[in-house]
Each structure stands twice: as structure tokens, then as C-alpha cells.
């Protein structure tokens, strides 16, 4: 089983910063590698798939990059609404695996 | 619009069973594989299970993997989960969620089964 392992496990920034979240895998996925958002009470978001293209409706503001087994999101400039739980998520021969999550948190 | 909508879901002692349904609508359901995934209370994204869009082919995580059957009607828009063998680990919010199918971009066509739509979730509890 492919391991992912985020960091931070907590963020705490303020609106307006740059906020950079990691993932890494335990061996390469090559480049297929998802971000997900979840706020408090609801499901899953889709980000970021295939490791650098926005799903429809993502603002520009976030952007996907990596390779292998090093990613990261990037979120250029946080909105109020952007504090979250952002999952990474790998999927090789349809066995998922996600990473344990960062929260980003109003610092 | 595209909607997913679960049901099913309640408390059931250990050792018993449950079916979970997914009713979808907003696109067309037989070209788009589906998948379950759980979410333990307080605890992160589990991916369960998924099945084809002819539904002729079917993959399981190693945690579920004789204990749950994943299925679906493409007359009837919807996939289920048959919970069997149910334990107190299996206690969950589970998630049906649609996978994104292909892209194009600047390279040509390319597969993709990420999750792009996920309905509100159904709690399933196991208890005695």
C-alpha cells in the first residue's frame, strides 16, 4: 500500500498569506496525485487532480506542483472561506489511498 | 446539476448488515465509474470501494475487501454498498462520490478517476 504523509498536520496563518501544504508518497505515483478541501460538516472538495490541474470552479489562487513522490498545494492568498482540512490523495491501478490531512487554521 | 444523494445509513449491532444506496442524477451514470468512501468520526478519507461504469468490474481496499459488495443498477442511477460481517471499526460517515472520467488538455486525452463529485454522506454506527 502506497503511504502518504502530509505536513504540517495544523497551518496557522492569517487571511491574505501564502499557505504551502505537502504531500509525500511512499513510492512514486508517478503524477497522479489529487487534493481534496473539506470544511467542517461537509464533503470532500475536489482541488487539484493529476497533480497540477484546477477542477472546475477552483480560483486560480490554487496550484498544484511535484512529481514521484514530493507535492505540494499552494494557496497564494488566503480567503476566510480557505480554512480547512485539505487532503492529498494518490491513485495507482484503482487503490486509493489519501494522506492524514493538514488543517489550516486562522492564526 | 449534478447531484449524489446516500441513504441507509442507521445503527446496526455487530456482526450485522446493511445496504447503503447512492441515487444520482444531473449526467449520464453508465459512463462514470463510482466509488465509496468513509470517514470515521474525527478521523481522515478512506477509500472502500468502486465499480465500473458497465459495473462489470469491481476493486475493494484490503480492509473491506469479503465483507462488502459494491453494486449498481444503471436503470435506477444508483450504486449500493452491501455491509456484511459489520464491526465496530466499520462505524463511519460513507460517501458515494463520482469519479472526474477524462480531461483534455495541450497533450491530448487523458483517463482520470479522481473524485469530482461527492454526495452529503449517510452515518453508519455499529454498536451493540
Known amino acids: 500500500e502506497i503511504v502518504l504523509t502530509q505536513s504540517p498536520a495544523t497551518l496557522s496563518l492569517s487571511p491574505g498569506d501564502r499557505a504551502t501544504l505537502s504531500c509525500r508518497a511512499s513510492?512514486?505515483?508517478?503524477?497522479?496525485l489529487a487534493w481534496y478541501q473539506q470544511r467542517p460538516g461537509q464533503a470532500p472538495r475536489l482541488l487539484i487532480y493529476?497533480?497540477?490541474n484546477r477542477a472546475t470552479g477552483i480560483p486560480a489562487r490554487f496550484s498544484g506542483s511535484g512529481s514521484g513522490t514530493d507535492f505540494t498545494l499552494a494557496i497564494s492568498s488566503l480567503e476566510p472561506e480557505d480554512f480547512a482540512v485539505y487532503y492529498c490523495?494518490?491513485?495507482?491501478?484503482?487503490?486509493?489511498?489519501f494522506g492524514q490531512g493538514t488543517k489550516l487554521e486562522i492564526k | 446539476e449534478v447531484q449524489l444523494l446516500e441513504s441507509g445509513g442507521g445503527l446496526v449491532q455487530p456482526g450485522g448488515s446493511l445496504r447503503l444506496s447512492c441515487a444520482v442524477s444531473?449526467?449520464?451514470?453508465?459512463?462514470?465509474?463510482m466509488s465509496w468512501v468513509r470517514q470515521a468520526p474525527g478521523k481522515g478519507l478512506e477509500w472502500v470501494s468502486g465499480?465500473?461504469?458497465?459495473?462489470?468490474?469491481?476493486y475493494y481496499a484490503d480492509s473491506v475487501k469479503g465483507r462488502l459488495s459494491i453494486s449498481r443498477d444503471n436503470s435506477k442511477n444508483t450504486v449500493y454498498l452491501q455491509m456484511n460481517s459489520l464491526r465496530a471499526e466499520d462505524t463511519a460517515v460513507y460517501y458515494c462520490?463520482?469519479?472526474?472520467?477524462?480531461?483534455?488538455?495541450?497533450?491530448?486525452?487523458?483517463?482520470?478517476?479522481?473524485?469530482?463529485?461527492w454526495g452529503q454522506g449517510t452515518l453508519v454506527t455499529v454498536s451493540s
Open positions: 462520490a463520482k469519479v472526474l472520467g477524462y480531461y483534455y488538455d495541450s497533450s491530448g486525452y487523458h483517463p482520470n478517476n479522481d473524485f469530482d463529485y
Open positions: 490523495q494518490q491513485r495507482t491501478n484503482w487503490q486509493y489511498t
Open positions: 465499480i465500473s461504469g458497465r459495473g462489470d468490474n469491481t
Open positions: 513510492q512514486s505515483v508517478s503524477s497522479y
Open positions: 444531473g449526467f449520464t451514470f453508465s459512463s462514470y465509474a
Open positions: 493529476d497533480t497540477s
